[in-house]
């Protein structure tokens, strides 16, 4: 059995937290095309509705704690194929 730090545990949580937030930015539209399971799919669909900041912090954390549940590498690796070359999704982030 492999131990790791509190520290690299954390870390990996906040990636997955990171995934989920470039989740919500996508359109519903590419997001039916991306292979979420149902709970993750209805979780990204109501952190897309939730506008205070409190409310959506707890669901992003939430999404975080549901990436955590399954398998990242499909959903960063359909993300990745919507990115257009060269963006990174800093970017897409400040242009919003």
């Known amino acids: 059995m492999e131990l790791f730090s509190k520290t ?5 949580a906040l990636s997955l937290q990171t995934l989920g ?7 519903v ?3 039916k095309n991306i292979d979420l ?3 993750m799919y ?8 939730i506008k205070k900041h409190g409310p959506r912090l707890r669901q992003m954390q ?3 704690t549901l990436m955590r549940k399954y398998d990242p590498k ?3 690796e359909a993300l990745d194929r919507l990115r257009p070359a060269g963006v990174s999704y800093d970017k897409e982030v400040e242009a919003l």
Do not use: F, H, M, N
Request: glycine content about 4%; proline content about 9%; overall charge positive.
């Open 29 to 31: 539209q590419k997001l």
């Open 8 to 12: 690299r545990k954390k870390k990996e």
């Open 37 to 39: 399971p149902p709970d």
């Open 42 to 49: 209805s979780a990204v669909i109501l952190a897309k509705k």
């Open 62 to 64: 939430y999404i975080g």
């Open 21 to 27: 937030e470039q989740l919500v930015t996508l359109s």
């Open 74 to 76: 499909p959903v960063q």
